[in-house]
């Protein structure tokens, strides 16, 4: 199955290291981030996995929920999770599914039989609280994923579905952002945008940020 971006993501149900998971029953009304492994007991997800339980408070300031997934079963996870804690200085807080059927992982298309025939790839999906994927990324096997990253882009999508703007290449929050070019009428303009605007060009006008989501700005 081929997911684009604006796809509902798929439901499951599936066990995990903390019990049996009804993925949008869990999601509830919250983002999430679902995240794969090749195995249990590899070294840079490990990491990953580390960074992920270190990051919950800034997750939870987003309303953000974390699972991960490997192919391995719960066992192996909860053996896998105290090697985690011992080594990264953490102690995991959310759930990883033991997809051990392949069920969630064909559902994702985590299965790529040139990169290997029977392991997931490293993807990650963001979900916003309607089910939609919002954001897809697969990175190689050698590359650790950037959690700083990920944070950025659901800051931006926080922001960019309540105002209409867009955020530039490189944008952090508190950056300036991008009025999008369907906003042509002035009045709403500047009751949108009080702190007014810097037209780079009629297709580029630049203006503060007005507040991610999560900020309660």
């Known amino acids: 199955m081929s997911l684009r971006l604006g796809d509902t993501a798929p439901d499951f149900e599936q066990d995990s ?35 992920t339980a270190k990051l919950k408070d800034e997750f939870a300031k987003r309303d953000v929920k974390a699972i991960a ?24 807080n959310f759930p990883i599914i033991a997809d051990h059927d392949r069920k969630v992982s064909s559902l994702y298309d985590m299965i790529h039989p040139s990169a290997n025939e029977t392991l997931t790839v490293r993807s990650l999906f963001v979900i916003d609280p309607n089910k939609k994927i919002r954001l897809m990324i697969t990175y190689p096997a050698s590359t650790g994923r950037n959690f700083n990253e990920v944070l950025r882009v659901v800051d931006s999508l926080q922001m960019t ?19 999008v070019p ?3 009428d002035e009045d709403e303009i500047k009751e949108r945008f009080p702190k ?4 780079v060009k009629s297709y580029l006008r630049m203006t503060p940020d007005p507040g991610s989501n999560w900020s309660g700005d």
Request: include cysteine; aromatic fraction near 10%; charged fraction near 20%.
């Open 182 to 184: 369907s906003l042509q």
């Open 69 to 92: 997934l490997s192919v391995d079963p719960v066992d192996s996870h909860k053996e896998w999770i105290k090697d985690i804690n011992e080594t990264q200085g953490c102690a995991v």
């Open 17 to 51: 290291s903390e019990g049996r998971i009804d993925f949008h029953e869990w999601l509830g009304n919250s983002w999430g981030i679902l995240f794969s492994h090749p195995a249990d007991f590899t070294p840079v997800c490990t990491t990953e996995l580390g960074l």
């Open 161 to 179: 579905d309540i105002h209409k703007v867009a955020t530039p290449g490189n944008w952090e929050p508190g950056g300036d952002v991008v009025i």
């Open 196 to 199: 007014g605007y810097r037209a």
